[in-house]
């Protein structure tokens, strides 16, 4: 059974920060692309980060661009966020997606609050 199960959400400062993780099972880790996506209620989920599968490529949203950082460890089946200069318009459910040809797999998310 794959599972994607994200951790590291909370309520932080503006101006603080948080490191998000994946820790995927179920699949051969690897091999799969991995992306950081965001959603706010009632807005359409926004890709935040992507991670190749060696991780010696990455690509971020203009939006975060400079403050987060997207990491793999293979060996631990598991993906990094590191989130600094937090602000409140980064609030969001953040989302862990895995991807390998057509197949699919996301987590369930976690929540990052940024308020003073």
């Known amino acids: 059974q794959v599972q994607l199960v994200e951790s590291g959400g909370g309520l932080v400062q503006p101006g603080g920060s948080l490191r998000l993780s994946c820790a995927a099972a179920g699949i051969t880790f690897s091999s799969y692309v991995v992306s950081w996506s965001r959603q706010v209620p009632g807005k359409e989920r926004e890709l935040v980060a992507t991670?190749?599968?060696?991780?010696?490529?990455?690509n971020y949203a203009d939006s975060v661009k400079g403050r987060f950082t997207i990491s793999r460890d293979n060996a631990k089946n598991t993906v990094y966020l590191q989130m600094n200069s937090l602000k409140p318009e980064d609030t969001a459910v953040y989302y862990c997606?895995?991807?390998?040809?057509?197949?699919?797999?996301w987590g369930k998310g976690t929540l990052v609050t940024v308020s003073s």
């Open positions: 991670i190749t599968t060696s991780g010696g490529s990455t």
């Open positions: 997606n895995a991807r390998y040809s057509w197949m699919s797999y």
